[in-house]
Every structure is written in C-alpha cells, then in structure tokens.
C-alpha cells in the first residue's frame, strides 16, 4: 500500500455553506475554506499489487460536484455512516464509476441503512420493475456490524458505534491490514466521526493510538444531534490524536476565525483538504 491519502470531499451541515437565502458574513465570506459542500470523503491509495483504489466515506448530494472538483475516476466501494439524506442522495452519481470501471461497486452499512437505502432506491435493486431500461448504478450490498472489521484491498475498516441524537449510526476507523506497508507519511491509524452527539462507551477503546480523526463539530450553540465546538474540542482532547480535523461544519463557524483559536493538534477541515498534506495547500491549519 502506498500514496495514501484522506480527500475531504465535504465539509458543511446538511445545509452546505453558503446556505441558501442567507447573507450572513460566513455566507458572503471570499475565504475558499468558508464553502462548505456537505460532509463526506475519500480514502484513495494504491494497494499492494500497484492497482489504484479508492473508497467513498458516504454518497453526499454533491458529490457529482465532489468528484468533477477531485477528479475522482473510480470507486471501488462505498462505507456508509447512516441514511440521512445529506449522507445518502449522492448515490445515484455513482453509476458513472461503474460505466468507467467497468464494474459494480461494493457498499456497507449497518442493516437499518441498507433497509432505507433499499427503500429510497428501488429504481437500483429492483431495476427489473423499471417501466423502461435505464441506466442505473451497480451495486453489491453488505451489512457489517459494530467493531468486526471489513478487508478492502489490504485496507482495515472497523465500524464504530456513535449516538446522533437518539439515533446509534457508525463511525470508521481505518488501518492498514500491514502498517508496516502504509509507510511513514499514512494518516492511519484514521477515525472518521461526523454526526456526532456522543461517543457509545464500547467504542473508546477503538480510538486509541490514533494518527488523524476527523469530528464532528457543527457550531458554537447547543444541538440535539451534534458537538458543539466545546463539545468537539474536549472530545478531541480525550481521543488525543496526532491531529484532529473538524467537520460538518455550520454557516456559524467562520473558518479564519474560529481555526486561529484552536489548540495546536486542531484544525477546521475544508472542502478538498488532503491528510497527508503533500506541498502546498489552500491554507489553514
């Protein structure tokens, strides 16, 4: 395994930033970083036999947008976090991967997920009632279950069990199958946490010894079913990462603003950020 890398395709609340009909200064803002697509990402390296590969964290609305902007060419499966639909209505874009590839394209999720994308996306999993032949996506499903890792192309995935609000949906930690193999710059160990209110106490022990976390944090007043920046701020200093990435992120966190008053392994993530970062970036940090 090598040339690994963690893209943030998104970085915004369901909303996306700017938010439609609002003119706040983070709205208007010109500082590229305060244009939040919404939240979702991309593992991308090369495995062990020199194939390209690359995994989609989530299938946001925009993710057409997200991969035109990251040249993103394939898709060798899909980890799904929960079935809201700003994690979710992107999955239709998929379909041109499979034409490009040639293939069909794995995805995983808990069993209420695969239920409610079964529901959303019948025209997919029951192509065969279509009224006429259409082209749609590919796609082969699997249920995983908390804390049993999944093996894709020499890359470990563990999903991890988190509450948004009263709803338990997963979390993803990922580790090379051989760390030895990942090479000295890999963000893995790597936790991807969004939608976050609490952390389940079963899954403390799996955030342990962590090279980069990605967290929720979506504004600075209290939320039902996120952090608040408080919030993701103590959570990551108990997780104690090497550095910690903030997303899903409001149209309230002013990027410049909010990111100069972070302790010095934090920063505010943004749309097409790359962990590791490799030569010059859009700033931040």
Not at 36 to 56: C, K, N, V
Not at 104 to 120: F, G, K, M, Q, S
Not at 177 to 197: I, K, M, N, R, Y
Not at 198 to 213: F, I, M, Q, S, Y
Request: net charge negative; proline share 7%.
């Amino acid at each position: 395994m090598r040339d690994v890398e963690c893209i943030v395709l998104g970085s915004g609340t369901s909303a996306g930033v700017p938010a439609i009909g609002c003119t706040c200064s983070v709205c208007r803002s010109d500082d590229p970083r305060d244009t939040r697509t919404r939240t979702s990402a991309a593992i991308r390296f090369t495995d062990a036999q020199g194939h390209p590969r690359l995994i989609l964290i989530d299938a946001s609305p925009d993710l057409r947008q997200q991969a035109l902007r990251e040249d993103l060419v394939r898709c060798d499966a899909i980890v799904f976090t929960h079935h809201h639909v700003d994690h979710l209505f992107g999955l239709d874009e998929v379909r041109r991967f499979n034409a490009v590839m040639k293939a069909p394209i794995d995805i995983y999720a808990e069993e209420r997920t695969l239920t409610n994308i079964h529901r959303v996306y019948p025209h997919i999993f029951e192509a065969e009632k279509n009224t006429n032949p259409s082209f749609v996506a590919t796609l082969l499903p699997h249920q995983v279950d908390c804390f049993k890792p999944v093996v894709l192309h020499g890359l470990r995935i563990t999903p991890l069990r988190f509450l948004h609000g009263r709803l338990p949906i997963l979390g993803y930690r990922f580790d090379a199958e051989d760390p030895d193999e990942a090479g000295p710059d890999s963000p893995f160990p790597l936790a991807w946490c969004t939608d976050v209110s609490a952390v389940a106490p079963e899954t403390w022990p799996h955030l342990t010894g962590l090279k980069t976390l990605f967290l929720d944090l979506l504004r600075h007043r209290s939320h039902p079913t996120h952090m608040t920046l408080d919030e993701a701020v103590a959570t990551a200093g108990e997780i104690g990462a090497s550095q910690t990435w903030f997303i899903h992120m409001a149209h309230e966190i002013s990027h410049a603003e909010v990111d100069a008053r972070l302790p010095a392994s934090m920063s505010l993530a943004w749309d097409g950020l790359r962990v590791p970062q490799r030569g010059s970036t859009t700033g931040g940090g």
